[in-house]
């Protein structure tokens, strides 16, 4: 005889799932229930609709609640600048960091005086809220 061992993870989602099921399920059937008793006539029917609607709504939420986790680890990395800078005019051009940059490295030609331009610096992008004065 072996059994095998479940992982705690996979046996909390399975749970959760079994749970919203059962929520769709039981909401899926008062709205059922809702119906029959509506061609009644039947003064209960607006209790069960109202109930089968809160119980779709909660288990289409929850349901919105397990997809987020898996997304949620793919978080926005922090942007990277690159600041090249002429040497002869001045002239400053910034651009988002790419692969190779370095302090002092020569980059592209100036715009302005076609001088060669150098990487004065690389940093990490602050984000500054409401900056407007
Ligand atoms: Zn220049």
């Not at 996979?10 to 008793?37: C, E, K, P």
């Not at 400053?92 to 980059?107: H, L, S």
């Amino acid at each position: 005889m072996t059994e095998k061992a479940e992982p705690p993870m996979g046996r909390t989602s399975f749970y959760y799932l079994a749970i919203i099921l059962v929520t769709l399920i039981l909401s899926v059937s008062a709205l059922s229930l809702g119906a029959v008793a509506l061609e009644g006539g039947d003064a209960n029917a607006g209790a069960y609709m109202l109930v089968g609607f809160i119980g779709l709504a909660l288990s289409a939420y929850m349901l919105l609640q397990t997809q987020r986790k898996s997304s949620r680890v793919a978080f926005e990395m922090p942007r990277v600048i690159t600041t090249i800078l002429c040497q002869k005019c001045g002239f400053k051009n910034i651009r988002d960091f790419q692969r190779g940059d370095y302090m002092f490295k020569e980059a592209e030609p100036c715009p302005k005086c076609n001088e060669k331009m150098m990487v004065a610096s690389i940093y990490r992008e602050v984000k500054e809220k409401g900056k407007e004065s």
